[in-house]
């Protein structure tokens, strides 16, 4: 059967000389594999600009049961990232996202409010100035962890509070084990959880700070969700910003 799918490309490996396989996640069917076009005929190059880590297209699918890769027609960019693809700083942000969301939503559903927000956080990412664009992987990763349903529970937070990180609540007192954040490092998690990608941009941390951070979310969401310990693009991330 025919249908109109709207995708976020993830990941794209070789399939054979003539084609490649993306991975894509689609808001009405979760994670797919589509079939496209390699090589350097002009319909294998169209596409492949459609398909970079992050972009948004849509397409027609030929969905039948049973069939794990998709062939697919009439692939057009559904929004246009001309200044993440123009910028190689963005553009290796974009790659850290596509990578991480490939591990995180290996086994996802279908969520059109989940689809809303990685295409609404892409076009935000686009139009970043420098100072949002440095803080733009630890706000994207606390949004994310609603969607996932990880999202830390800051109700009972005050000063002096430890964050458990295993349970994901702020308590009075250190757990048993040694997942737990305190002093500073607890301020901050509640610090991320008023956020928003409007003041994003007024966070300060140095570099060092937001290795840290990016650090400790990657080891938040280990622990509750999928092993993010392999990512190649944590790496350069961090060489990036000042």
Same mark, same amino acid.
């Given at each position: 059967?025919? /249908?109109?799918?709207?995708? %976020? ?9 003539? +084609?490649? =396989? ?40 030929? =969905?039948?049961?049973?069939?794990? %890769? ?8 559904? %929004?246009?990232?001309?200044?993440? @693809? ?5 553009? &290796?942000?974009?790659? @850290?996202?596509? /990578? ?7 086994? +996802? ?60 609540? @702020? ?7 040694? /997942? ?17 990608? /409007? ?6 941390? #140095? ?5 840290? =951070? ?12 999928? +092993?993010?310990?392999?990512? #190649?693009?944590?790496? =350069?991330?961090? &060489?990036? @910003?000042?």
């Amino acid at each position: 059967m025919l /249908e109109r799918l709207h995708c %976020i490309a993830l990941h794209t490996v070789k399939y054979s000389d003539r +084609s490649n =396989i993306v991975t894509v996640y689609t808001g009405g069917h979760g994670r797919m594999s589509l079939l496209m076009p390699a090589g350097n005929s002009r319909e294998a190059v169209r596409r492949r600009a459609m398909t970079m880590p992050m972009s948004v297209f849509e397409c027609v699918a030929d =969905i039948r049961p049973g069939r794990d %890769i998709l062939s697919v027609r009439a692939v057009r960019a559904q %929004i246009v990232l001309h200044g993440i @693809f123009s910028h190689p700083v963005k553009m &290796t942000v974009a790659m @850290f996202v596509a /990578e991480l969301l490939n591990v995180v939503l290996r086994e +996802s559903q279908g969520d059109a409010h989940l689809f809303d927000y990685l295409t609404f956080a892409m076009s935000r990412l686009d139009e970043a100035d420098d100072a949002a664009m440095a803080n733009f992987p630890v706000g994207f990763l606390y949004g994310l962890s609603r969607f996932v349903g990880i999202e830390p529970d800051v109700s009972d937070y005050s000063q002096g509070c430890v964050f458990d990180l295993i349970d994901g609540t @702020f308590r009075r007192s250190a757990p048993l084990h040694g /997942e737990y954040l305190e002093g500073r490092e607890a301020e901050v998690v509640y610090g991320l959880s008023r956020m928003t990608w /409007e003041n994003m941009g007024r966070y300060r941390f #140095n570099r060092v700070q937001r290795q840290r =951070i990016l650090a400790v979310m990657l080891r938040y969401y280990t622990l509750h969700y999928a +092993s993010l310990s392999s990512l #190649n693009s944590v790496d =350069i991330l961090k &060489t990036l @910003f000042d």
